[in-house]
């Protein structure tokens, strides 16, 4: 063994995903740890007990947290827990660093003291792991140190105006491993504000719900930010069309969302609302490339929107014209949202599908199909088809699919769409009526 390659050895620890189990090969011999040193602490994923001897052992050896570029923390709380008697004497300069006040530094002291895993947390990200650039964190409640830290160092204040926390940061994933949970949705405006990040990752992400946090931080970054992927795919609820992260958006490309009528679990909810999505993306019309709007989300009203019964109906459901995204090809959208043209407020009225879709198009799938639609949709595809090679010359693909709890669509339902399956024949146009959900779309 002590005569493997380096090559072979870095092999085997690329496809060891848990760090306790990577860290044995630090243990063999000098040689092994000279060679997989950097690769072991490349990606580290811990739980909530190891994030305090994770810093220590950064402290006793620097090139541990340089060498961290992808860390992941699970099962761990932000509130207190049960309480230690923790020594903190060698992490009382880092507290007295980035502490802005005497208080400020008594209470982290005594988070810290008492084990507070939010509190060593906040310590670990302000320490030496400057050239991490993945973070993904099980997110949870009362997360005050965590929140000062990220948002410090977001907009460079002091002390981390000279601290490169953060600054190489790229991909950021908030995981919830419980679909009751809510988060509000200002809590990660602060990322929004890092110089390198690219893609972001949420779940159970909802608006209208939380006092806003007074702070610069917290403010959208209106149009500033580098982030080109927003995935808020597991149970958000945008009652705003989550405006404020899309609108701090410089050049949007991707944008991910299925909505769930649940804001509060049993307490609040709201419906779909595509029309507050349309305004804002169309601030990203130059740059939005992919659009999963809803496709396998709620569209059904709740009947308990709070708006609704306030007297206050919600905007009209309708998506709107994408003509002028002059980059969108991959288009992922239910039927009725795309479809809806009498609730356009245009004038003169759109009235075909055709008028609204983007030359730049590939992939169309029209979700959330019910057989009501057939003509409809029919007609409007039908229309499409016939005018690919004036309008669309990129469309290569159309998928019809009805909701995921109806997945046995009737045969007569597919065979009254055989005319528009030869009509993309004959267009070059794969038609694909109520396909696998878990087909390998081509290229």
């Known amino acids: 063994m002590d005569?493997?390659?380096?090559?072979?050895?870095?092999?085997?620890?690329?496809?060891?995903?848990?760090?306790?189990?990577?860290?044995?090969?630090?243990?063999?011999?000098?040689?092994?740890?000279?060679v997989l040193f950097k690769a072991v602490y490349d990606y580290v994923w811990i739980d909530g007990f190891q994030i305090r001897p994770l810093l220590l052992a950064i402290q006793e050896n620097p090139a541990i947290g340089s060498s961290i570029k992808d860390f992941r923390l699970e099962w761990w709380s932000g509130g207190a827990g049960d309480k230690q008697n923790h020594d903190i004497t060698s992490v009382l300069p880092l507290v007295n660093r980035i502490s802005q006040s005497e208080e400020e530094t008594k209470e982290w002291k005594e988070a810290l003291i008492e084990g507070n895993e939010d509190a060593w947390l906040g310590l670990l990200l302000s320490s030496s792991m400057e050239n991490m650039t993945e973070l993904s964190v099980g997110y949870t409640w009362d997360l005050k140190f965590f929140h000062r830290v990220i948002s410090r160092a977001a907009i460079r204040e002091k002390p981390f105006d000279t601290m490169p926390i953060l600054q190489r940061l790229d991909n950021i994933y908030m995981i919830s491993d419980d679909h009751k949970e809510f988060w509000p949705q200002f809590e990660f405006l602060p990322f929004f504000h890092l110089p390198s990040l690219r893609s972001v990752r949420l779940e159970n992400v909802v608006e209208s719900v939380g006092d806003r946090i007074d702070h610069p931080a917290y403010k959208p970054a209106k149009g500033t930010s580098p982030v080109t992927e927003l995935d808020l795919g597991a149970y958000p609820n945008g009652s705003k069309g989550m405006a404020d992260f899309i609108t701090s958006c410089a050049n949007l490309e991707k944008f991910k969302y299925q909505h769930s009528n649940s804001v509060i679990f049993a307490e609040q909810f709201m419906n779909f609302r595509p029309r507050a999505f349309y305004f804002a993306l169309c601030t990203q019309k130059h740059s939005l490339q992919v659009l999963y709007l809803n496709d396998r989300g709620e569209t059904k009203e709740s009947g308990l929107d709070e708006d609704v019964g306030n007297g206050n109906p919600p905007p009209i459901d309708w998506f709107g014209s994408m003509a002028d995204f002059t980059k969108l090809w991959d288009l992922r959208i239910p039927v009725a949202t795309l479809l809806n043209f009498h609730l356009s407020d245009d004038r003169p009225r759109v009235s075909s599908l055709k008028e609204i879709l983007p030359p730049s198009l590939k992939y169309l799938a029209m979700t959330h199909f019910e057989s009501s639609q057939t003509d409809q949709v029919m007609s409007n595809l039908l229309e499409v088809v016939a005018y690919r090679k004036e309008k669309f010359p990129h469309l290569e693909e159309v998928e019809i699919q009805t909701y995921w709890s109806n997945l046995h669509a009737s045969s007569s339902a597919k065979e009254a769409f055989t005319p528009l399956i030869q009509a993309g024949e004959d267009a070059g146009v794969d038609i694909l009526v109520f396909p696998s959900y878990y087909r390998q779309r081509r290229g």
């Open 3 to 34: 005569r493997l390659p380096d090559e072979i050895l870095l092999l085997i620890v690329d496809n060891i995903v848990l760090f306790k189990d990577k860290y044995q090969f630090l243990l063999v011999c000098r040689r092994w740890r000279s």
